[in-house]
């Protein structure tokens, strides 16, 4: 199953962001095809990096749970709220 899990940093964490994303780069690559999509989310006013959108397969709510805590953001304690939902794909659309 998939699930959609949205991210929101810490207020004023653009510092902790940056000293941990090479670390989080290199523990993504790690999960393969598990990892469907998965990027920032931005400020619109100053683009910078203030949370993170995945699209991620796993067997339950609860590994999927398991599998972002093992993030180097989230043991650097970068977010401030962590959403993990259940998700249909419907686009593309199947014919």
Do not use: C
């Amino acid at each position: 199953m998939l699930y959609f899990i949205y991210r929101v940093d810490k207020p004023n964490s653009a510092e902790l962001r940056e000293a941990t994303r090479p670390a989080h780069l290199e523990w993504a690559k790690t999960l393969g095809d598990r990892l469907r999509y998965a990027g920032p989310t931005l400020d619109e006013e100053s683009g910078a990096m203030i949370g993170s959108v995945w699209m991620l397969e796993a067997e339950s709510r609860d590994e999927a749970a398991r599998i972002t805590q093992s993030d180097p953001y989230e043991k650097a304690a970068l977010f401030e709220s962590k959403t993990v939902q259940a998700f249909m794909q419907v686009v593309p659309w199947d014919e």
